[in-house]
């Protein structure tokens, strides 16, 4: 069997992610898009890791967040209501759980780094955009602010 390097096995993680968005992003061309950008706060705290996600018909979208507790969103369709969901960063505060390795197969590498300093763990239900109850239509601007508060 060929052996692959750590790098290696990124680049395929990665580009398959980058494809499998691309993927589910399928928007129409000629649809207006906007930026939407935020604070994700948990009890008036900033959550400091993890993702902010966007899921429609038929778009979905994902943002960052930053330490600082924003989230930049670079594209969203105007005037269509999306669900959204957040979630936190692997090996970052939340449940415990990530990819089980082959026997013999180190993932550490590939395993996003833990978090640092003080974490918020963010209450399950906001990982679901069925379940969140956490929903955002953007508008004709050309930058869109949502702040999202999340309580537990």
Same mark, same amino acid.
């Given at each position: #069997?060929?052996?692959? +390097?750590?790098? !290696?096995?990124? $680049?395929?993680? %990665? +580009?398959?992610?980058?494809?499998?968005?691309?993927?589910?992003?399928?928007?129409?061309? *000629?649809? @207006? #898009? =906007?930026?939407?950008?935020? @604070? =994700? +706060?948990? *009890?008036?705290?900033?959550?400091?890791?993890?993702?902010?996600?966007?899921?429609?018909?038929? $778009?979905?979208? *994902?943002?960052?967040?930053?330490?600082? &507790?924003?989230?930049?969103?670079?594209?969203?369709?105007?005037?269509?209501?999306?669900?959204?969901? =957040?979630? %936190? %960063?692997? &090996?970052?505060?939340?449940?415990?759980?990530?990819?089980?390795?082959? @026997?013999?197969?180190?993932?550490? &590498?590939?395993?996003?780094?833990?978090?640092?300093?003080?974490?918020?763990?963010?209450? #399950?239900?906001?990982?679901?955009?069925? %379940?969140?109850?956490?929903?955002?239509?953007?508008?004709?601007?050309? !930058? *869109?602010?949502?702040?999202?508060?999340?309580?537990?």
């Amino acid at each position: #069997m060929l052996f692959l +390097t750590k790098n !290696v096995w990124r $680049f395929r993680i %990665a +580009t398959v992610l980058f494809i499998g968005v691309l993927g589910l992003s399928g928007c129409g061309q *000629n649809e @207006k #898009m =906007v930026k939407v950008t935020g @604070k =994700v +706060t948990l *009890n008036k705290q900033p959550v400091t890791s993890g993702s902010v996600s966007f899921v429609g018909e038929p $778009f979905a979208g *994902n943002a960052p967040i930053k330490p600082d &507790g924003t989230y930049e969103l670079l594209e969203a369709p105007v005037g269509k209501e999306l669900a959204i969901s =957040v979630r %936190a %960063a692997p &090996g970052g505060p939340g449940p415990k759980s990530g990819p089980v390795a082959p @026997k013999g197969v180190d993932l550490t &590498g590939m395993m996003a780094p833990e978090a640092k300093g003080k974490g918020v763990r963010i209450p #399950m239900k906001y990982s679901d955009p069925k %379940a969140s109850g956490l929903k955002y239509t953007p508008t004709s601007d050309s !930058v *869109n602010t949502h702040d999202i508060d999340l309580v537990p």
